[in-house]
C-alpha cells in the first residue's frame, strides 16, 4: 500500500487492542445513508515509475521560453544552494513552530529574514510572511482602516497592479470598505497629483503607493506619501523587492516615511512556477506593530537565559482571540521564506544592488533598441525601473504570436487591463537576459512588424 | 549565532550575481537609496553551514513522530516534491499563454476533477492559497449569494465552539456577527442550541466534520436540514477530510460550499508554517460564485476561466491562480494513491488514532470522549492529573520533546480542559506508535515519582523552556548591529 507500512499482522494486533473486528468497524458511527464510497474520477494508483514519465511528459510538452514578461512575477537567477537547502526535510517537512524549543531552526530564520526585510523596506518591524503581494495589499488596507478608525475607504492608483487592485476589492468588500481608484497621467504614466486635489476635502484611511509601478514606471513617492500624511492617512508602500537595493525604501519616503510596507517576495529565490507558492511581504513601524496581521518571531531567552526564539504578540491572531484577531491568516509562507532568506544571505547587498542595476540596465537597452524599430513608441515619458511599456503600430496580439512561434515570450498585452492601452505590450529584461538574448528580441520584432505591417 | 554575526564587510559571493555594476544607470538621485540594506555579507559555504545547522534544530516529520493533532502531519513523498520541481513547471511564467503551458494545465484540471469526484461537489477553484482563505472564500460565497437574492437581513454566522479560531475570526472577516453554539456531552453539536439560534439572520452554518473533537457529528443531516430550512447555507472546514475520505463525501452530507486542506490530506509538505492550498467546492446553487480563475477543458484544449466567463464571481484571491507548486504536488500524490488508495487513507489513519488512543487509555490516561469512535485524531484530557500533581499538558508535551517525540497539539479545543489533541496519521508504522506508547508511559511514571522535572521539561533539548512572556513584553523583532 502506498506510504502505509502497516502489515496484516499489525492490523491484527491493533484491531485486537481496539476491540474490533475489522478496519470498517471503525467508521460505525457514520450513518449508512450517508456512506458513499464510490469514486468514478479517480483514476488507478501508479507507480513511482510511471508517474514520473507522466509528468516528464507533461513538462516537455510546455518546454522553455525565452521571456521578457514581467508584469508582478520576475526570473531571476537563484543560487543552486538556496532550494537544496529549503528541500531539507527539517524546513520542508516541519510545521508552524507552536513548540519553540522544538523548532528553533525554523524560528530563528524567520528573526533573521524580518531583519533583512525590515532593513530592506527601511521599516522598523516585519511579520513573517503572507501569501503573496496581492493579499498582502489586501491586509495592509484593512489594517489602515483598523489604525485609522473614522475612514473606510482607500485610495488606490490605477497604476497598481491590475490583479492587486480586484484581489484588494474583493477582499475588503466584505466589511464594507470602499476602494477609490486614482488615474494616471497618460504622458508620463505617474499617478495624476493634480488629479488628487479633487479628494482634498474627503476622508481616506490610506493611501497606497506603487513603486515601481506595473508599468514600471518610478512613481514621485515623497510628494505622493506627504500628501497622504497631510491629511492624516497612513501610505502603504507597494514595492519590488529587488529594486529596492536601488532606490529609496518606503522608510525613506516623504518627511516622516510611509507607514506600510508590502509586496511580492517572489523575486527574492522564488521560481516563477506558474504563480505560486509566493510569499508576500509586509513591514511597518513599529507603532502599528500590534495591527500587523501574520506570524511574528521575536526574539527572548530560555529558563537558563540563553537566547531563543518564539512565536509572540500572539494576542493578535486566530488562534488566541478567534472573532477578535487582526485577520484570519493562520499559516504563512514559511518555506518559501527560508528561500528568501537563504537567497538574501547568499547574494548579500552588493548582489542584490548587481542584481537591481543589471535589470535595470538590460531593459534600458531592450528599450533603447525597440525604440529604434519603425513602428515601436515607448509610451510614458518617466524614468523606469526594470519594465517598460511599448506601443506598436500593428496589432499587436498577433506580434506576440509570431515572437512565441519562435521560442520568445515577448511580453504582456496591457490592453487586457487598461482598454485605452491599445496594442502595447509590457516588456521586462532582468539580470537573466543576455546581450544576445536582447539581440535576439529585437531582431524577431523586426522580422515581426515588417510581416505585419 | 544569527547570520548576520557571521558577516563581514566586502566579502562576496563572486558566481552568484552579476560580476559588476553596469554602467547604465538612469535612476534620478531624489529615488536612489542612500544606504545599503542590512544584508550579511558571508561565503556561500558559511551560509550552507548556517542554514544546514538551524535545519537541524528542527523537529520535522522527515526525523520524528509529530502527532500534531487537528495538522495532519503524514509523510511527504519525495517523488511529489522532485516530479513538481522538474524545470518546465518552475520556469514557467504566470502570464504565459495557456497554449504553452497545456501540460501543466492538464494536471490543474484533472485535480479539480479528482477533488469534485472525492468530495461530492459539482465544482472546484483551486485558488485559495490556504485553510483560512479557503473559509474566506467559502464565506464571500455564501454573502454573495444571499445578496444576489436580495435577503439582506442575514447577518450571523452559526459556529460551534470546538471550531478552529479561524473559522470565527473569517466570519468576521466577511463583515459577519458570530453566533457560537455549544458542545453535549458527547463531543456532538448541541441540537437544541442549534435550533434555537438560526434564524431569519442566519447566513450559514460553519462546521468541521470530524469535530475538532474527534467525533464524527452523527447528526449532520439532521444539522444540514434545520439550517437550510432556516434559508442559510453550510459550510464545511475540510481540515479534518483526512478521516473520511473515500467514506464520506461531504456534497453528500449536505454541505453547500467546502475547503479542503491540501497540506494536510493530500500530503503536501507543511514547510514549517506554509505555503498551503485549500481548493474549494461548491454545490449547484454556488456555482456563479466560484472564485476564478478555474481550468477549462474545451475542444481538447485548456484554457482559464476569468471575469469574462464568470462574471459573477466573487472575483480573484491571489495575484495569478493561487500556490500552484502546491497543487502538483497533490496531483502527483493522488495519481501516485489511486481511487483504492483514497479509502486507505481514512482507514489507516482511523486504525492508528484508535489504537493510539486504546493504549493510552490502557495506561490510565483520560479520554476526552471514551465512549466515541476516535475519528484520525482523539483527546486526552489532563485535567485530573494537573489537579492531583499540578503537572499539565504544556509539561507533558515539553516532556515529549526530550524523549523524541513532536508535542500534541496543546489547549486546542478551547473547550476541553489540559487537553492533547493526538493525530498520529496513516503513514505511522505500529512500531512507531508503541514507542510513542513507552515514552507516554515513562512519563506517567516520571509524574508520580518526580514531577518537578516534569514541569521544568524540557531538559535535553538544545534550549530549556522558552520565555514567551519575555517575548512578548520585550518587543525584540528584528536584530540591530548596535546591540
Known amino acids: ?453 | 549565532m544569527l547570520i548576520f554575526e557571521h558577516s563581514r564587510k566586502n566579502r562576496r559571493n563572486y558566481s552568484q550575481a552579476p560580476s559588476t555594476r553596469p554602467a547604465k544607470n538612469n535612476i534620478p538621485d531624489n529615488l536612489k537609496r542612500k544606504t545599503a540594506p542590512l544584508l550579511p555579507e558571508v561565503s556561500e559555504m558559511d551560509t550552507v553551514r548556517h542554514y544546514t545547522r538551524l535545519s537541524q534544530k528542527n523537529f520535522s516529520i522527515d526525523t520524528e513522530f509529530y502527532p500534531l493533532g487537528s495538522c495532519t502531519m503524514k509523510y511527504n513523498p519525495r517523488a511529489c516534491n522532485s516530479l513538481a520541481m522538474l524545470p518546465q513547471f518552475l520556469s514557467r511564467h504566470p502570464l504565459a499563454p495557456e497554449d504553452t503551458g497545456q501540460g501543466f494545465l492538464a494536471c490543474m484540471y484533472e485535480l479539480q476533477e479528482i477533488l469534485k469526484d472525492v468530495t461530492g461537489m459539482s465544482a472546484v477553484s483551486l485558488t485559495s492559497m490556504a485553510g483560512a482563505q479557503g473559509e474566506l472564500i467559502g464565506i464571500t460565497m455564501i454573502r454573495a449569494y444571499h445578496e444576489a437574492r436580495g435577503d439582506t437581513e442575514r447577518t450571523e454566522i452559526i459556529i460551534p465552539d470546538a471550531a478552529h479560531g479561524t473559522n470565527p475570526a473569517t466570519a468576521v472577516m466577511c463583515g459577519y456577527k458570530v453566533i457560537e453554539i455549544p458542545t453535549d456531552r458527547d463531543g456532538d453539536v448541541d441540537m437544541e442550541a442549534l435550533k434555537a439560534a438560526v434564524g431569519p439572520r442566519t447566513a450559514g452554518l460553519m462546521l468541521t466534520n470530524p469535530s475538532t473533537l474527534g467525533v464524527f457529528e452523527k447528526k449532520v443531516a439532521e444539522m444540514s436540514r434545520i439550517v437550510h430550512e432556516a434559508g442559510g447555507l453550510l459550510y464545511y472546514d475540510g481540515a479534518n477530510l483526512n478521516a473520511v475520505l473515500g467514506k464520506v463525501k461531504p456534497g453528500d452530507m449536505g454541505f453547500d460550499v467546502i475547503h479542503m486542506n491540501l497540506h494536510k490530506t493530500f500530503s503536501t509538505p507543511h514547510g514549517g508554517g506554509g505555503p498551503g492550498a485549500a481548493p474549494v467546492g461548491v454545490a449547484d446553487c454556488l456555482l456563479p460564485y466560484l472564485p476564478i480563475p478555474i481550468v477549462a477543458y474545451e475542444q481538447g484544449v485548456y484554457r482559464w476561466l476569468t471575469e469574462k466567463d464568470r462574471p459573477q464571481s466573487i472575483g480573484r484571491l491571489s495575484a495569478h491562480m493561487g500556490n500552484a507548486g502546491v497543487l502538483l504536488r497533490a496531483y502527483i500524490y493522488v495519481r501516485l494513491l489511486g481511487a483504492e488508495g483514497m479509502f486507505r487513507i481514512s482507514e489507516y489513519a482511523t486504525l492508528n488514532a484508535n489504537y493510539l488512543m486504546a493504549e493510552l487509555r490502557k495506561l490510565g490516561f483520560e479520554i476526552a470522549y471514551p465512549n466515541r469512535r476516535a475519528s484520525h485524531e482523539f483527546i486526552v484530557t489532563m485535567k485530573e492529573i494537573k489537579d492531583k500533581t499540578g503537572v499539565t499538558a504544556m509539561n507533558l508535551a515539553k516532556r515529549l520533546l526530550d524523549k523524541g517525540f513532536h508535542a500534541p497539539t496543546t489547549y486546542f479545543p478551547l473547550l476541553v480542559p489540559e487537553c492533547l489533541l493526538i493525530e498520529p496519521a496513516e503513514t505511522e508504522s505500529k512500531e512507531t506508535l508503541d514507542r510513542f506508547v513507552v515514552a507516554m508511559k515513562e512519563i506517567l511514571d516520571e509524574i508520580a515519582t518526580q514531577p518537578d522535572m516534569v514541569k521544568s521539561a524540557p531538559h535535553d533539548m538544545p534550549l530549556r523552556k522558552i520565555d514567551d512572556v519575555k517575548a512578548a513584553r520585550e518587543l525584540d523583532l528584528v536584530w540591530n548591529p548596535a546591540g
Not at chain 1, 484577531?325 to 532568506?341: P, W
Not at chain 1, 537591481?356 to 515619458?381: I, R
Request: charged share 20%.
Open chain 1, 1 to 453: 500500500m502506498p506510504f502505509i507500512p502497516h502489515t496484516e499482522e499489525d492490523v491484527a494486533e491493533m484491531l485486537a487492542s481496539i476491540g474490533a473486528k475489522s478496519i470498517d468497524e471503525l467508521f460505525d458511527e457514520i450513518p449508512a445513508e450517508l456512506k458513499t464510497g464510490k469514486l468514478t474520477q479517480v483514476p488507478v494508483g501508479l507507480s513511482e515509475m510511471e508517474i514520473s514519465r507522466l509528468m516528464h511528459g507533461r513538462a516537455q510538452k510546455d518546454g522553455f521560453y525565452l521571456s521578457f514578461i514581467g508584469a508582478g512575477a520576475y526570473e531571476h537567477h537563484i543560487p543552486a544552494a538556496v532550494w537544496q537547502i529549503t528541500t531539507r526535510g527539517e524546513f520542508y517537512s516541519s510545521y508552524t513552530p507552536y513548540q519553540a524549543e522544538a523548532s528553533q531552526g525554523t524560528l530563528q530564520l524567520l528573526y533573521e529574514y524580518q531583519t533583512m526585510m525590515a532593513s530592506l523596506n527601511g521599516m522598523d518591524v516585519s511579520n513573517a510572511s503572507l501569501y503573496d503581494g496581492a493579499s498582502a495589499l489586501a491586509e495592509a488596507a484593512l489594517m489602515a482602516v483598523r489604525q485609522h478608525r473614522t475612514s473606510r475607504r482607500i485610495l488606490i492608483p490605477q497604476t497598481v497592479h491590475p490583479i492587486y487592485r480586484s484581489v484588494t476589492r474583493t477582499i475588503v468588500r466584505n466589511q464594507n470598505i470602499e476602494v477609490v481608484e486614482i488615474p494616471f497621467d497618460p504622458a508620463t504614466g505617474q499617478v495624476a497629483i493634480d488629479k488628487l486635489d479633487q479628494f482634498a476635502q474627503e476622508e481616506f484611511a490610506a493611501l497606497v503607493i506603487p513603486q515601481p509601478n506595473f508599468f514600471g514606471v518610478l512613481e514621485q513617492v515623497d510628494a505622493l506619501t506627504d500628501w497622504a500624511h497631510g491629511k492624516q492617512s497612513l501610505a502603504i508602500a507597494v514595492v519590488n523587492p529587488t529594486s529596492l537595493a536601488m532606490l529609496k525604501p518606503p522608510g525613506e519616503w516623504g518627511q516622516r516615511g510611509a507607514d506600510i510596507a508590502v509586496g511580492e517576495g517572489q523575486p527574492l529565490g522564488i521560481p516563477l512556477s506558474s504563480g505560486g507558492p509566493y510569499f508576500g511581504f509586509m513591514a511597518c513601524k513599529q507603532e502599528l506593530v500590534r495591527q500587523m496581521p501574520g506570524r511574528i518571531i521575536g526574539r527572548t531567552t530560555d529558563l537558563e537565559g540563553k537566547e531563543g526564539f518564539a512565536l509572540t504578540l500572539q494576542a493578535r491572531e486566530q488562534h488566541i482571540r478567534r472573532s477578535k484577531a487582526t485577520s484570519n491568516i493562520c499559516t504563512n509562507q514559511g518555506l518559501m521564506v527560508t528561500a528568501a532568506t537563504i537567497y538574501m544571505s547568499l547574494i548579500g547587498p552588493e548582489g542584490l544592488y548587481r542584481v537591481a542595476a543589471q535589470s535595470h540596465a538590460n531593459t534600458l537597452a531592450l528599450v533603447e533598441q525597440l525604440e529604434k524599430l519603425p513602428g515601436v513608441k515607448k509610451v510614458f515619458g518617466s524614468p523606469f525601473f526594470h519594465e517598460a511599456a511599448l506601443q506598436l503600430s500593428v496589432p499587436a496580439d498577433k506580434v506576440l504570436n509570431s515572437l512565441k512561434a519562435q521560442g520568445v515570450l515577448g511580453g504582456v498585452l496591457l490592453e487586457n487591463y487598461y482598454p485605452d492601452l491599445k496594442n502595447t505590450l509590457l516588456v521586462c529584461a532582468t539580470e537573466t537576459k543576455t546581450a544576445e538574448d536582447i539581440g535576439k528580441y529585437v531582431e524577431m520584432l523586426r522580422l515581426a512588424l515588417a510581416a505585419s505591417a
